[in-house]
């Protein structure tokens, strides 16, 4: 394996070693040069992308809050603010979907899923999906796509400032303080969130008697977090920092049913992420290095009573991510680039409840080339992972066996086969449609909990497999009489073999690979702009179809939808934005869909209305913000038994110094 490593470094490091003239015969824009990886290649994908205004609208908000209003994402949530809240896309379950900063993961080691209520949504400059991302590309859990969080630097600003602080219903306060410094080699940007509210709102409850109004106690929360970033350049090189620390304690509320909810379960949430990076341009070719450390930590805890001294449950479980990532990219003619990386990750889980804690070490390499001409872009990656653990469970969990009924070793992970993807975007005309094409592969590994969990951790588990690919078509933006019209429309399919779902054993719970799973659907983006006097008008239109089912002939499931996939999300968003007054109303409706047990979720439609003015105080900007969220009052659960606020009142105040 030394010997290994030392090739692949050799390899990528390539570029320092080589004559500067040879790589300086061929000349690219720097800018193109300089994006992100990820970035480079998913010029051939649907990407959306969240737009200021949006983003200014719900900056106080969680991320899975701004995505459940905004874009082609299925939120789920565990009763309003600070709730659990995950994201699945186009059919994926939470940990198929893929979560990063900065190009960091974000996901849970032991769950594999990112909790969205610990995201502050206006802590980041770019928010961005990417739909159903290539597996050799991004790792593994991307079939459904990946949430891509960005914080980029600003250079010759100088100083600047800005407090945002917001007032609502139920008793939420929410408050942002940043600081940002430039010059043309250094900036320097610093945020501080805080966040605390009851929650107490009242609800209908449909599962008690006579569906009485009831209201939310022990529903309460509070999170405070800090953001750094710093970039430096130094000649041709370019080194970043950052740094992310919060800490989230939540009440967790009953569930809906006979009675008031009565509950005394807590829990809390902390995250530190930290990474430094280092990039450098050597005439036509790019080296880019980063290293980085994450910890988190949950403490979840459950009583008999409130005022019980001793706990029915005391859970704490933590996560450490040791990251090394090294990249090298060439241009060897105009409009040909080959890019190689390597990725190496140590994981460790620490809980009483697995026998032991688990370490486990992760290898990534992938390659990937990119050719641009006036037809279009064409791409293709290719990756291979590989995993083991030093985990020595065997004899706590129960000896694993294998499907040729030899002993498993404990230290012995599914790794999945080799990745590719090939994809493209044709211009078919240049002013007016461009064709997509993309077919790939993809995995997911057990995640910790899934091998190690006492009761239930299952050994003989194998990693999820599959293959997707979509078609798709965009329009650019065309001039009519009532203004700009653009769009975008894709079909896709996903075909996941050995899916993993906890399922009961006896009298506990486990986890299986279940079989195969299908999910295919489309989607459809229609923007549209019309100018008028000083003012603009901003509508945009998001119909999701997707339809998700156990494709196991031998599953007593066989053809059934799985558990909360909605057939049909429809987004829609109109804007009006003048010089200083803006006012915008946005819907956004889901479909019924089931539990994993068959129980109906029902189908909700709810509207947000919205309204700013911006003014200058003494050369200062300031803006005011009113936002009426659920304006109709509607009764709904995004998981079922957990019910959601109604109608809500919010005033915000934006500060720019």
Not at 429 to 445: E, N
């Amino acid at each position: 394996m030394r010997y290994r490593l030392l090739i692949l470094l050799l390899v990528l490091a390539w570029p320092v070693l080589a004559d500067d003239e040879v790589r300086d015969s061929v000349k690219v824009q720097e800018v193109e040069i300089t994006a992100s990886r990820l970035s480079h290649f998913a010029s051939t994908e649907r990407e959306d992308r969240l737009d200021t205004l949006t983003l200014q609208k719900y900056a106080n908000q969680d991320l899975g809050t701004l995505l459940q209003k905004s874009l082609l994402v299925n939120i789920q949530s565990n009763g309003g603010l600070g709730g659990l809240t995950t994201a699945s896309i186009r059919g994926a379950s939470s940990n198929q979907t893929l979560v990063t900063w900065n190009g960091l993961p974000v996901n849970s080691l032991t769950t594999g899923s990112a909790d969205l209520s610990l995201i502050h949504a206006g802590s980041f400059n770019d928010i961005s999906i990417t739909y159903g991302a290539a597996g050799s590309l991004y790792g593994s859990g991307t079939m459904g796509g990946t949430i891509e969080l960005t914080n980029e630097p600003s250079w010759n600003n100088g100083l600047s400032a800005n407090v945002r602080a917001e007032i609502g219903s139920f008793s939420n306060y929410k408050g942002n303080m940043s600081f940002a410094a430039s010059s043309s080699v250094l900036s320097y940007q610093a945020q501080l969130q805080y966040q605390d509210s009851k929650n107490n709102f009242a609800y209908t409850d449909e599962f008690d008697h006579g569906h009485p109004t009831e209201k939310l106690t022990h529903n309460e929360n509070a999170l405070i977090g800090t953001i750094h970033n710093l970039y430096w350049k130094a000649g041709k090189n370019l080194f970043d920092f950052g740094a992310w620390y919060q800490v989230k304690e939540k009440n967790i509320p009953g569930l809906m049913g006979v009675g008031e909810p009565v509950s005394h379960q807590t829990q809390k949430d902390s995250t530190l992420k930290i990474y430094v990076g280092w990039r450098r341009l050597i005439g036509n070719c790019r080296l880019d290095a980063k290293t980085a450390y994450s910890y988190d930590f949950l403490r979840y805890t459950d009583k008999e009573t409130a005022d019980s001294e001793s706990y029915k449950i005391f859970s704490e479980i933590a996560a450490k991510r040791w990251l090394s990532d090294l990249s090298s990219r060439w241009y060897l003619i105009q409009n040909l680039s080959i890019d190689l990386n390597g990725r190496y990750s140590r994981l460790e889980g620490i809980t009483s409840n697995y026998a032991e804690n688990i370490i486990e070490h992760e290898w990534r390499f992938n390659t990937a080339i990119k050719y641009t001409n006036d037809i279009g872009v064409f791409i293709g990656t290719i990756g291979k992972d590989w995993n083991t653990t030093e985990a020595n469970q065997l004899t706590a969990i129960g000896e694993g066996v294998d499907s040729d009924g030899s002993i498993l070793n404990a230290n012995e992970l599914p790794n999945p086969p080799l990745m590719f993807s090939l994809s493209s975007k044709v211009i078919i005309r240049p002013t007016w449609l461009a064709l997509r094409g993309r077919v790939a592969t993809h995995f997911r590994r057990p995640t910790f909990n899934d091998r190690y969990w006492v009761p239930g951790g299952n050994l003989n588990l194998k990693a999820e497999e599959g293959f997707n690919f979509e078609l798709g078509a965009e329009i650019f933006e065309q001039q009519t009489k009532v203004g700009f019209f653009s769009g975008d429309v894709a079909y896709y399919r996903s075909d996941n073999n050995e899916s993993i779902a906890w399922k009961p054993a006896g009298s506990i719970w486990q986890p299986i690979n279940t079989g195969a799973v299908i999910s295919h659907g489309f989607d459809i983006d229609v923007n549209h702009q019309l100018s008028f006097n000083k003012f603009q008008l901003i509508n945009k239109l998001l119909y999701g179809y997707n339809d998700t089912y156990d494709n196991s002939e031998e599953s007593a499931s066989y053809k059934e939808a799985l558990g909360y996939r909605p057939k049909h999300i429809f987004k829609a968003n109109c804007d009006i934005v003048g010089e200083k007054w803006n006012a915008g109303i946005n819907f956004y409706s889901r479909s019924k869909c089931f539990t994993w047990e068959g129980r109906q979720v029902d189908a909700y439609a709810l509207f947000d209305i919205s309204a700013g003015y911006h003014m200058v105080i003494s050369k200062v900007d300031v803006d005011l913000l009113g936002r009426v969220e659920n304006v109709l009052n509607t009764s709904y659960q995004l998981v079922r038994a957990y019910p959601m606020p109604g109608r809500a009142y919010y005033l915000t105040v934006n500060i720019n110094f």
